[in-house]
């Protein structure tokens, strides 16, 4: 019987790779001369330090574009709000995401069982395994999730015939 999961994995070397880029571009472009503004990542969650607001949003996008230039998708990363830090510096929170949910887990499960598409799901922890009799149906619940336009950044690995 034909099988292959869902899974929401980010490569966390090519996200330190963007890390130490960025922190490289900010200690080299003169609008950040004189400035405080440091990323630090320690696990899953990367800490921007900024002077003021609008050094905070070039610092996150400084971010996104050496994630996009690692082949990692920005959209892994959910950003908290902003908030005070000492010396009138502003410090976010940003996650980077890894595994599916379980809210999101069973939407999915429960958009595939509506779409009536002849599939099993079955939510394995972090992922979801998704079983067919015939490899097109597999196809089909592949394009279908793809068509869902989710926000977290998918991928579909481990088929098998």
Do not use: W
Request: glycine share 4%.
């Amino acid at each position: 019987m034909p099988t292959f999961d869902i899974v929401s994995k980010t490569d966390m070397p090519e996200v330190d790779n963007a890390v130490q880029g960025a922190l490289r571009e900010i200690s080299t472009r003169y609008d950040f001369k004189g400035s405080n503004c440091t990323i630090e990542r320690t696990d899953e969650v990367i800490q921007l330090h900024a002077d003021d607001d609008l050094k905070l949003r070039q610092v996150q996008e400084l971010l996104r574009t050496y994630l996009v230039r690692r082949k990692v998708d920005p959209a892994a990363l959910d950003f908290a709000d902003p908030e005070k830090a000492g010396n009138n510096m502003l410090r976010q929170t940003v996650t980077v995401k890894q595994g599916v949910e379980r809210e999101l887990a069973q939407k999915i499960v429960k958009a595939l069982k509506g779409a009536k598409l002849k599939t099993q799901v079955a939510i394995q922890g972090d992922e979801l395994r998704v079983s067919g009799k015939k490899r097109d149906d597999l196809q089909a619940a592949i394009q279908f999730v793809k068509d869902m336009k989710i926000e977290q950044p998918l991928q579909y690995v481990n088929f098998r015939d």
